[in-house]
């Protein structure tokens, strides 16, 4: 059984940080892809970073320049570090690992608040 656990979410200011983990059952290199995702009220979830096996990355333009994905494989973590946050960033984060196959997997969600 995979576990995802997000922790980190919390109620800050525009223009401050917040830095999200994610706990991963077991070892990371089951996964091809680990990433976070979010979804606002009203909205679809959509992609906010990723991070492959090899360790190369992609972003949503919206945080480009903002947020930067890293991989701790020792300790079986993927973290979002959110700087310069946004009122538009408010919303349900999620952490997400996609195996070598067709199979992804959820974390059960860390809200995060951005007050303007």
């Known amino acids: 059984q995979v576990l995802l656990e997000e922790s980190g979410g919390g109620l800050v200011q525009a223009g401050g940080s917040l830095r999200l983990s994610c706990l991963v059952s077991?070892?990371?290199?089951?996964?091809?892809?680990m990433g976070w995702y979010r979804q606002a009220p009203g909205k679809q979830r959509e992609l906010v970073a990723q991070?492959?096996?090899?360790?190369?990355?992609n972003y949503a333009d919206s945080v480009k320049g903002r947020f930067t994905i890293s991989r701790d494989n020792a300790k079986n973590a993927v973290n979002l570090q959110m700087n310069s946050l946004k009122s538009e960033d408010t919303g349900a984060y999620y952490c997400?690992?996609?195996?070598?196959?067709?199979?992804?997997?959820w974390g059960q969600g860390t809200q995060v608040t951005v007050a303007s």
């Open positions: 997400n690992a996609k195996d070598w196959g067709p199979t992804y997997y």
């Open positions: 077991g070892s990371m290199f089951r996964f091809r892809n």
């Open positions: 991070i492959t096996n090899s360790g190369s990355t």
